[in-house]
């Protein structure tokens, strides 16, 4: 853990040894911004779909996330027709993609996600809410959660969702109890915990049934919840489902998750006599939020998953199932970066002369709790003009009353950073407006969607009058 309650563990002024001093500090690191983002030609401004950053700051003030829809879109396509050409290759069928709603939803993305011709998870009754608003047919979302309400159930039964992926023995029980009140029969997936945890470039294949999702496949509950729901006729068993992890980037994970979950798809079809029909391997594509993540493209990405099934399918001997998978990070995470206003600075110097430079900005561990809560390693850069100042150690930090409340931990940024100017961080589609909170009162910057060289609203910013709202004293 990074911080601790009394503020930020007191670490090292070096920079890590991962962050190379660069050599121009105005560069901007490929692969880690929207496709249209550059750096203006003549005065340095940051440019998103040939919009000046300055412009955008001025129109809706900062900080402010800023969505590259043509990005977002593109990102989208591209998993869609990668994994659809892979597996139709292999497997002889096309991949249900569904878009996992948790990185980031709200009504116009829930629109360009079904136009793109992808499927839809949530994982709340607020998130099919958004997502039945924006009109995405119910046979097009999927509902996950490890604690679902019944009123959550009934609305996603009401309104014929695809497919509800249980968690648990007692939920199997709850969804058929549900279903039969409303006169369905219910599609569902069962949630395996495959004994598989993977982040970035590591896995573990043991041991990690010490978590609060799923049907352990190691004891024996993914099956006997299989057998439970082939007994019960208000409940239509689709297949299994397993989600390993996030920030991956290699698929030696995704390889042993596939060769359990389809042996056990294997003795359900055989044992139990059940015909399931879908696989869904979950999401977790890693994305680069700095120069030390290298994701695959995801052509690659398709292709190694692809041969993955085909193999544990024949491995298996049994018949091909559907595959579907629910990247969320990978499609949102780097199609929008924030922007922030730089406020105060300050320098600190250690004995031994090494020294960081601290830039305040209007934002902070309200509008990315990522850094604070999951040890994250962001970037950024100046945004609103060129500079030929010396690189410089900096930290940048928000304005809340916590010394953990940093948003960048390690970054080189020119010298003469200061008040007025803005500061943009990429990658911060995923994760951050949806883990946004209102922590000192902050009020959650807007999203706005940047396309044909117009800057749109996707969610205002909060007001203050949306915070007294709440407050009914
Ligand atoms: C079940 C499930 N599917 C998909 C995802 C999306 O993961 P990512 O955004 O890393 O692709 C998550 C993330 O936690 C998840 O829990």
């Known amino acids: 853990m990074r911080a601790h ?5 007191h670490g090292q002024l070096n920079a890590p040894s991962w962050l190379q001093r660069p050599t121009d500090v105005n560069d901007l690191l490929p692969g880690l911004w929207p496709q249209s983002v550059r750096r203006g030609s003549q005065c340095g401004i940051l440019k998103v779909g040939n919009l000046k950053v300055t412009d955008i700051a001025e129109q809706v003030g900062t900080p402010a996330y800023v969505i590259d829809e043509a990005d977002f ?6 998993f869609k027709t990668a994994f659809d050409e892979a597996f139709s ?43 039945l608003r924006a009109g995405m047919p119910g046979e097009r979302i999927g509902l996950h959660g490890n604690n679902k309400s019944d009123a959550e159930i009934l609305r996603a039964l009401e309104h014929r969702v695809g497919r509800i992926v249980v968690d648990s023995l007692a939920e199997i029980e709850q969804v058929a109890r549900l279903a039969e009140r409303v006169g369905v029969v219910a599609p569902v997936m069962l949630r395996t915990t495959v004994g598989v945890e993977a982040h970035t470039h590591e896995f573990i294949a ?25 007994e019960l006729p208000a409940l ?22 596939a060769r359990r979950l389809l042996a056990l798809y294997g003795r359900i079809v055989n ?78 110097t250690l004995d031994g002369g090494q020294s960081r430079r601290y830039i305040s900005v209007d934002g902070g561990m309200s509008d990315n709790i990522r850094t604070a809560l999951y040890d994250a390693d962001y970037s950024a850069t100046l945004a609103n003009r060129r500079s030929s100042a010396e690189p410089r150690l900096s930290r940048v930090v928000g ?22 100017d803005l500061i943009a961080v990429p990658a911060t589609g995923a994760y951050c407006r949806s883990l946004a909170s209102n922590y000192n009162h902050a009020l959650r910057p807007p999203v706005v969607a940047v396309k044909d060289n117009e800057v749109r609203t996707l969610m205002r910013r909060e007001t203050e009058d949306d915070l007294m709202a709440l407050d009914v004293g």
């Open 73 to 78: 879109r593109a990102r989208a396509r591209a």
């Open 271 to 348: 044992e139990l006599g059940l015909p399931l029909g879908e696989v869904d391997l979950g999401g977790g594509y890693g994305i680069m939020y700095n120069s030390t993540h290298v994701p695959l493209p995801v052509e690659t990405l398709a292709k190694g998953m692809a041969d993955i099934v085909a193999r544990e399918i024949e491995a298996h001997q049994v018949p091909a199932p559907v595959v579907s998978i629910e990247p969320g990070r990978a499609i949102v995470g780097p199609s929008t970066f924030t922007v922030y206003t730089v406020g105060i600075t300050k320098d600190v």
């Open 399 to 420: 304005k809340h009353c916590e010394s953990g409340d940093i948003i960048v931990k390690d970054e080189f940024l020119p010298a003469d950073v200061g008040e007025g």
């Open 206 to 230: 043991t041991a990690h049934e010490d978590q609060k999702f799923g049907l352990s496949l190691a004891s024996g509950a993914a099956f006997e919840a299989a057998r439970r729901v082939g």
């Open 89 to 131: 290759k292999e497997l002889g069928g096309p991949v249900d993609v569904y878009y996992a709603g948790k990185a980031f939803i709200c009504t116009e993305v829930v629109r360009w996600v079904r136009d793109e011709g992808l499927n839809l998870d949530v994982c709340s009754g607020g998130e099919l809410a958004v997502a």
């Open 5 to 9: 309650e009394a503020g930020a563990l």
């Open 236 to 257: 239509k068993l689709l297949g299994l489902h397993s989600h390993i992890g996030s920030q991956i980037f290699e698929v030696a994970g995704f390889e042993v998750a």
